[in-house]
């Protein structure tokens, strides 16, 4: 799989098997990659979302698992996996994918998670056929997660009572924060 180094951050991607790993056995996982990771950010959602990773990337083409799968977020400084971050799939018929994210709490408000959505919305656009990416249903009361989503240039267009959902067009998207 893949891996994509930016300025302050190693994103790895995490195959089905470390998935899986992740899920069942995070100890087996930190000795295969030779680094300590978060267990903080499993919460019940996260676990539903990654078997759902490992579902849908048993039904993918080897080449198409950067799309499904989690990219571990690892601050070079620390060596550490301190977050999640990916696609929920490939770009569908409206040529568009939505993105997903989480950090361990004691890596928030570090620019880690900004630095990872930007680098992850670039990659995306390297494939001609990727010409948007969403955040769908992000919560009003999640002013960090809407604050990271402004600076990489989304902009919200829909809202409910409760949610935003955010997304930059290739044309316009700037990689550089």
Not at 19 to 30: G, I, R, V
Not at 136 to 163: C, F, H
């Amino acid at each position: 799989m893949s891996v994509i180094y930016t300025p302050r951050l190693k994103l790895k991607a995490l195959t089905k098997a470390q998935l899986a790993l992740y899920l069942h056995s995070p100890q087996e996982l930190e000795v295969e990659l030779g680094i300590p990771i978060s267990v903080a950010i499993l919460t019940e959602v996260v676990q539903r979302a990654i078997q759902l990773k490992i579902a849908k990337m048993d039904q993918a083409p080897v080449l198409e698992h950067g799309w499904y799968t989690y990219w571990l977020i690892i601050p070079t400084e620390a060596a550490y996996g301190a977050g999640l971050a990916g696609f929920k799939g490939l770009h569908d018929g409206k040529k568009e994918v939505e993105i997903g994210y989480g950090i361990d709490p004691a890596y928030q408000g570090q620019g880690y998670m900004t630095e990872t959505v930007q680098t992850l919305i670039g990659w995306a656009f390297q494939d001609s056929e990727c010409q948007a990416v969403v955040a769908r249903n992000v919560l009003k009361t999640n002013q960090a997660s809407i604050r990271v989503l402004e600076k990489v240039g989304m902009r919200p267009y829909l809202e409910t009572r409760d949610t935003y959902s955010f997304r930059v067009e290739k044309r316009v998207f700037n990689a550089s924060i």
